[in-house]
């Protein structure tokens, strides 16, 4: 399970606020100060400091910080015995009120604490400094400029070939036909499910899952479809599982992220109920919310692939960073975002329109090109964070999200505390996409 910070910028006047965090190396602990809202920038650091300070793991930071002596102000001067960064913002604020995301840990630091021991560098950077700084145009000129920041031949040559991403498999291509023919139903669905035996055996683990309850024994792979799971639900999952296939999900992962499937279903099956909470004549298909839902992150593996000396980098960020958004992150560090990625990459899949938009608009809602599915994500993902199911800081449902799905705040939770009584079934549907994921993977590194 993941562990979720707070945004700063949502719990205190982060204009004043100073984030304490917490990095290591061989040599040791250090604490580097810089206001609340700010990036800090790993790069700059290393070179002042001459030291390839790391992130301290999440629950390492939360035992360390919930120390009973950190909560005298004895203690708190102690703390500061360690090597400090300072960052020159701080300089001009007039206390030096502190907070570390991961415990919630606040309390004034005099400012003798620091004389004569603190270094002072410029290792913050603003979210309005990293938007300063992007490229601008189309989703693809953004991608394509984000590329050739990273000179490299090689990976200029893979965003001429598709981003150098495997092409959507065969039975997802014959699935996205499929759905795109609105005659199209389970007659000739079934035949594709039967011919691929991945994919049919992916469909009867999940029919006879507990999570969907079927009473009496499964006789075949038409049961499984008619019976129990519908043409929907077999649709997407196929979409979902196929496309899952095409890239291997990352080792050097942030410590102390969400693992893939299960952000992938908890946001997926969260997305559907509150699709089917809805009420009104303009209301999306609850299987295109689900898909969104189960794809919604593919981009995350997409950047793994097609940046891999800066994905290791990336993660750093993101672990020090916890209490920015990833988008930002992400920005300063590629120039572009998952989202854009994947959103991108989806329309050259020709998946439904409503999917691409809806990914790609996850993290800006309120968008004038965004739909429902946006938003419905935007809210299954933040209820999610507060327990520990999703990536990204915690953050209050925005009302202005919640009325746009004509849903109240209490009905997300509702829904989202209702799912996760059933979540020992969702982990058991985790484990077999993982299982089918992890054979995969083994199949072609065999074939190579």
């Known amino acids: 399970m993941a562990v979720g910070v707070h945004r700063l910028d949502n719990v205190t006047d982060s204009n004043n606020a100073i984030r304490l965090a917490l990095l290591h190396d061989n040599k040791g602990k250090v604490l580097v100060l810089l206001p609340a809202s700010h990036l800090l920038n790993l790069v700059v650091l290393w070179r002042e400091s001459s030291r390839q300070l790391q992130p301290v793991r999440a629950e390492d930071i939360v035992k360390f910080f919930n120390q009973d002596a950190l909560a005298t102000a004895e203690g708190q001067r102690k703390l500061f015995s360690l090597p400090v960064y300072l960052d020159k913002a701080c300089i001009e604020m007039q206390s030096l009120s502190v907070i570390e995301p991961h415990s919630g840990l606040a309390f004034d630091v005099p400012r003798k604490w620091l004389e004569g021991s603190a270094s002072v560098i410029s290792v913050g950077i603003s979210p309005e400094k990293i938007l300063e700084e992007q490229p601008q145009g189309t989703d693809e000129e953004v991608i394509t400029k984000a590329v050739e920041r990273f ?74 479809v008619i019976r129990v799971l519908g043409f929907d639900l077999v649709v997407n999952l196929a979409l979902g599982v196929s496309m899952g296939k095409t890239l291997t999900i990352p080792n050097e ?44 992150n593919f981009g995350y593996a997409a950047l793994a692939h097609l940046f891999p000396p800066h994905f290791a980098l990336l993660s750093r960020y993101l672990e020090v960073n916890p209490h920015m958004s990833i988008e930002q992150t992400e920005r300063h560090v590629l120039n572009v975002t998952r989202e854009q990625i994947a959103a991108w990459l989806f329309d050259c899949w020709s998946l439904p329109k409503e999917v691409c938009t809806g990914v790609r608009y996850i993290n800006s809602p309120l968008h004038s090109k965004s739909n429902q599915h946006a938003l419905l994500v935007n809210l299954a993902t933040r209820a999610l964070r507060t327990v520990g199911y999703a990536d990204g800081p915690i953050e209050r449902l925005d009302n202005k999200v919640l009325q746009g799905v004509g849903l109240l705040e209490s009905e997300v939770l509702e829904e989202c505390s209702a799912m996760l009584e059933k979540g020992d079934e969702l982990l058991e549907l985790v484990k077999m996409l993982e299982t089918q994921q992890k054979r995969e993977a083994s199949r072609v590194k065999e074939a190579e």
Not at 158 to 167: C, H, N, Q, V
Not at 256 to 271: F, N, R, S
């Open 151 to 224: 000179t490299a031949l090689r990976i200029k040559q893979r965003m001429e070939d598709t981003l150098g991403l495997p092409s959507l498999p065969p039975t997802a291509q014959k699935i996205t036909e499929l759905r795109a023919d609105p005659l199209a139903g389970v007659d000739r669905l079934v035949p594709i499910v039967k011919v691929d035996p991945s994919l049919a055996a992916q469909v009867m683990s999940w029919a006879a899952s507990p999570y969907y309850a079927t009473p009496g024994e499964l006789q075949s792979i038409d049961d499984a």
């Open 253 to 296: 992962a942030p410590r102390g992220h969400t693992p893939y499937w299960i952000q992938a279903i908890y946001t997926a099956t969260l997305a559907e109920r509150l699709c089917k909470r809805m009420s009104g004549e303009d209301i999306p298909k609850p299987g295109l919310v689900y898909l969104t839902g189960l794809i919604h």
